[in-house]
């Protein structure tokens, strides 16, 4: 598809590979992460209304929204200079493609961009032949929706414009962020009983399983590690991804039933397959911080690995920057003692903290795990391959392990490859896989050689 000079470079692979709107697991959780607000369909809010108003008079744009994209539909939370009928206009196809990236999506003239000249966009009422928009992204790395400018006649845009929209999407995920723990401060307490309920069953008849994702060296191409993943099979709802319940176990204390079971059948697993022969690589469970703050934590890991303590069990584990925060002697006691054992510890979603590479210079950490945020802003400005490019080069003078996660592109593989980085993990393999899945996964060809055979079919 052509994309001509109405999009700047970096958005133009935005344009010309729109996003895929089957849900697959992680659209899954993107639409779970939105619906955790419960803001679909709620009252107009002069905050948001505000914000718009703003965002309109500082890029003197005749129109703002901020709308939020569900499965199917896009939701309009604020609108200004919209009327009647074309305050339902369609922004479906622009909004995808801003929610694809995490940064602002341009395109300066509608009319010269082969993919929307023809929409109603463009030749309908609004007229629309300028747009903007900034993913609204939340703490997780979920994008739940935009907040974008929209002009009649083509423009540019000011750098400083683009700061401001950047800072004020800022504040509209901060109010969305706001609402849900008012709610969840004001309704919740009766509600989440109702959902510690259904948890409890769920851990007494079975409905949580283990999915597990792989990790992928970057030089030899084969599966090096995997990553135990928690799901609730929920009867009725399907897979409910961890960004709805994992929250409300960690607030019931069930997270402390649940992750010992998930440590008991991870080495359960993995022992498994080393029994059949299978040439099986260590397997990262996540680690909550109320499990690894609890008095007993050592003797659960150690129960969970009884049967073969040889080298941790096959287990390594991850934890997120807030544990090492903490900085208590009691939580590195603990990690030393565990990594005594053999097992490596790994810093889950780098970057998301207030952690510094220099601070965990001196803690018992053996990986890195580079957040998908940083991956995704990788390939879509200078300052992101930068600051990938230096996480990776320190990680390496302090003797880390470095995992990309979230990699869904070649070009990003070819560029982590290029920076040196170790592993990666992501969509661009597969999705998180099953037992039977895995083990299938395990005996046959490698992940890598999956992806770049079908890259060479796709150019042949």
Not at 77 to 91: E, I, N, Y
Not at 186 to 195: E, T
Request: charged letters at 25%; aromatic letters at 6%; glycine letters at 8%.
């Amino acid at each position: 598809m052509e994309v001509r000079a109405s999009v700047r470079s970096n958005d133009a692979a935005r344009i010309a590979a729109p996003p895929e709107r089957l849900l697959n697991e992680k659209e899954r959780a993107r639409i779970a992460a939105l619906r955790s607000y419960h803001i679909i369909d709620t009252r107009p809010e002069e905050v948001f209304d505000e914000l718009a108003r703003f965002a309109a008079s500082i890029v003197t744009a005749p129109i703002a929204v901020i709308c939020l994209m569900d499965e199917g539909r896009q939701w309009f939370k604020a609108k200004v200079g919209l009327q009647g009928a074309d305050a339902q206009f369609d922004l479906a196809e622009l909004c995808a493609c801003t929610i694809s990236g995490s940064d602002i999506f341009v395109v300066t003239d509608l009319m010269e961009n082969s993919r929307f000249a023809g929409s109603a966009l463009v030749s309908g009422g609004v007229n629309m032949r300028f747009y903007a928009g900034v993913p609204l992204i939340n703490a997780e790395g979920h994008a739940l929706g935009v907040l974008c400018v929209i002009d009649q006649v083509p423009r540019e845009l000011a750098a400083e414009h683009e700061a401001a929209l950047r800072t004020l999407s800022r504040h509209a995920m901060a109010q969305l962020e706001l609402r849900r723990q008012l709610s969840l401060f004001i309704c919740g307490g009766k509600a989440n009983q109702g959902h510690y309920s259904a948890l409890r069953h769920a851990a007494r008849a079975g409905e949580f399983v283990v999915r597990y994702q792989p990790k992928v060296d970057l030089g030899s191409g084969r599966v090096v590690g995997l990553e135990a993943l928690l799901r609730w099979d929920r009867p009725g709802h399907g897979l409910v991804m961890p960004s709805e319940f994992i929250p409300l176990l960690e607030e019931s204390g069930l997270i402390l039933e649940v992750g010992a079971w998930v440590l008991q059948q991870t080495a359960d697993r993995y022992s498994d397959w080393r029994r059949k022969g299978i040439d099986t690589p260590r397997i990262a469970v996540n680690v909550s911080p109320c499990q690894i703050r609890q008095s007993d934590f050592l003797d659960v890991f150690e129960r969970a690995i009884a049967a073969d303590p040889r080298d941790g069990g096959g287990l390594d584990i991850e934890i997120t920057e807030g544990v090492l925060m903490e900085n208590t002697e009691d939580i590195i006691r603990k990690l030393r003692l565990i990594r005594d054992k053999g097992v490596r510890i790994a810093i889950d979603d780098f970057g998301t903290g207030y952690s510094s590479l220099r601070y965990l210079s001196g803690l018992p950490i053996d990986t890195l795990k580079v957040d998908t945020s940083f991956i995704a802003a990788m390939t879509e400005s200078a300052e992101g391959m930068a600051i990938v490019s230096t996480i990776i080069a320190l990680a390496h003078v302090l003797k880390l392990t470095v995992v990309a996660e979230g990699v869904e592109t070649q070009e990003q593989r070819k560029l982590l490859r290029l920076l040196r980085c170790d592993q990666i993990q992501g969509y661009i393999f597969s999705e998180p896989l099953t037992s039977r899945e895995t083990e299938n996964l395990l005996t046959g060809v490698s992940p890598l050689e999956r992806v770049e055979l079908s890259a060479r079919s796709a150019g042949s």
